[in-house]
């Protein structure tokens, strides 16, 4: 929000922790558009551990509950900038948070670029 172009209302997101804090329960649409860079290139005959990628809007961390939006990506080989969206309607109580998480089953460090977003509407209680 510092920067020129940036949009920024509302106190709910802590951009320190990278969490956004429902002010008031209700339904919020989560958004968040990551570009993803290959830190190294994989070399010629490395075996590869896998190429998906997947990125998760999850309530209070709980990844591994039904609280949470999800998409799952398929990497090409060839590339080395990646951009991955996951979008959604949420529940959340008020004073719970929600936050962005990445899942790399890929053969390389990736790297979250910047120009990435995460948005949170409220939509009604």
């Known amino acids: 929000p510092e920067r020129e172009g ?14 956004y804090t429902a002010p008031v329960a209700g339904y919020y649409t989560f958004t968040a558009t990551l570009h993803i860079g290959r830190r190294e290139q994989q070399r010629k005959g490395q075996p590869c551990r896998g190429n998906r990628l997947r990125a998760l ?4 961390s709980r990844c591994q509950h039904n609280s949470n939006l ?12 990646f951009t991955i969206s996951v979008t959604g309607v949420l529940y959340l109580q008020a004073g719970q948070y ?11 460090p ?11 509407i409220l939509l009604g209680v």
């Open 6 to 19: 940036m949009f920024h209302r509302g106190s709910g997101l802590n951009l320190t922790s990278g969490q």
């Open 70 to 81: 999800e998409t799952v990506s398929q990497l090409e080989s060839g590339s080395d900038l």
């Open 57 to 60: 809007i999850c309530v209070q």
């Open 98 to 108: 929600a936050s962005v998480f990445v899942d790399n089953a890929a053969g390389s």
């Open 110 to 120: 990736l790297t979250v670029q910047s120009g990435s977003d995460f948005s949170a």
